[in-house]
C-alpha cells in the first residue's frame, strides 16, 4: 500500500509514457495527411513494381550512408548496430521538427548514452549540418558538369526582385546574430567556447583517413542515394526524363527547398521537386505521381517502423 505522503507524480511511469509520444505524434501525422497518402497510392498502382521495390532497397541504404557521417563527426568509434537503429530512429522524429531538429536531438541523446561530452556531441552535429549541404552542393555541380543542360536553369532560378529579398532576409538574419554576441556576453563566451571545441575536433577528425572517408564519402553518398530512389520511381511510372537528369533535380529542389525549414523537408522539397521535374519537361500529374511515390518510400513507409524503434531505444535507454 503506497504511503499517503508519496507525491502522485512519483508513481507516473514517465519513460512509459515517452516511448508512447513519438507513436501518436506520427499517428496524428499520419491522420492529416491521410488523404495525400491515399491519392498518391492511387497514383502508383500501375507502376512497374520491380522498380519501386529497388527504390525501397536503396532507401535502406540512405540509413547506412547517415550512420557513416555520424560515425565521421566522431573521433570516438560508436557501436555500430546500435548507431544504425538509432538514424533509423532518428528518421522518424525528424518528421515530427522543423530543420532536422529531431533528427539531432535522437542523435545527440545517443551520443550522450555513449560516453560522449555535450560540447563534443553539439560539435559533431555541427559539422555533420555543414557538412552535408557542402557535399550537396558539390555532388550537383560535378552532375551538371558531367550532363550539361540537365537543368532547366532559367525556368528555375527565381528573379532579380526574389533574390534580392532573400539577401535581405539573411543579411537581416546575420546582422541579429552578430548584435546578440556582441551585446550579451555569456553567449558571446559559450559560442567562442563551442567553436574552440568544433575546429579541434574537426582538426583531430581530419587527421584520420577513416573518419575522412565515412563523413565525407557518407555525405556524398546520402544525396546520392535519395536522388537514386526519385530516379527508381521515375523509372517505375515511365517518366519520360534520363535517370540521371531525375536526380539532379532532386539534388537541386533539395538545396533550394533546404532554406524553407520544414519537418523533412515535407512540403518544401516535395513543391521543388514537382517544380524542377515540370520545368525538365515532365507532365504535371506525372511529376505530382513521382514525388508522392517517392515521399511514400522514403517518408511514410518507414514512419511507423521508426517510431516504434524509437520508443524501443528510450525503453531500452539507448537514447
Known amino acids: 500500500m503506497a504511503l499517503s505522503g508519496t507525491p502522485v507524480l512519483w508513481r507516473v511511469p514517465l ?134 543542360g540537365a537543368l532547366p536553369l532559367d525556368e528555375i532560378t527565381p528573379d532579380g526582385r526574389t533574390l534580392l529579398v532573400l539577401l535581405l532576409v539573411v543579411a537581416a538574419v546575420l546582422a541579429v546574430l552578430a548584435l546578440a554576441l556582441f551585446a550579451i556576453r555569456p553567449l558571446r563566451r559559450t559560442v567562442r567556447g563551442f567553436l574552440r571545441t568544433a575546429l579541434t575536433d574537426a582538426r583531430a577528425l581530419h587527421t584520420r583517413p577513416s573518419r575522412v572517408l565515412a563523413l565525407w564519402g557518407g555525405a556524398l553518398a546520402f544525396p546520392a542515394l535519395q536522388g537514386c530512389v526519385l530516379a527508381s520511381v521515375a523509372v517505375a511510372l515511365e517518366v519520360p526524363l534520363p535517370w540521371l537528369h531525375v536526380a539532379i533535380a532532386y539534388l537541386a529542389a533539395s538545396i533550394a527547398a533546404g532554406m524553407v525549414p520544414t519537418p523533412g523537408g515535407i512540403g518544401s522539397v516535395d513543391a521543388a521537386l514537382v517544380l524542377t521535374l515540370v520545368a525538365s519537361g515532365v507532365p504535371l500529374t506525372v511529376a505530382t505521381a513521382t514525388v508522392l511515390g517517392f515521399r511514400i518510400i522514403t517518408v511514410w513507409l518507414p514512419l511507423l517502423p521508426g517510431a516504434l524503434v524509437l520508443g524501443a531505444l528510450v525503453r531500452w535507454k539507448v537514447l
Open 15 to 148: 519513460r512509459q509514457i515517452a516511448c508512447l509520444i513519438p507513436l501518436v505524434l506520427i499517428t496524428l501525422w499520419v491522420v492529416t495527411h491521410w488523404s495525400v497518402i491515399a491519392e498518391g497510392a492511387g497514383k502508383l498502382r500501375g507502376a512497374d513494381p520491380v522498380w519501386l521495390l529497388i527504390a525501397v532497397a536503396v532507401t535502406g541504404l540512405c540509413w547506412v550512408a547517415a550512420s557513416c557521417v555520424r560515425q565521421g563527426a566522431i573521433l570516438e568509434r560508436l557501436p555500430a548496430g546500435r548507431l544504425l537503429a538509432s538514424q533509423f530512429a532518428a528518421g522518424a522524429a525528424n518528421h515530427v521538427l522543423p530543420a532536422g531538429l529531431g533528427a539531432h536531438a535522437v542523435t545527440l541523446r545517443f551520443l550522450r548514452n555513449c560516453g560522449i561530452p555535450l560540447s563534443r556531441g553539439t560539435a559533431s552535429l555541427a559539422l555533420y549540418s555543414l557538412v552535408e549541404p557542402i557535399a550537396r552542393v558539390v555532388l550537383l555541380f560535378a552532375l551538371l558538369a558531367a550532363v550539361p
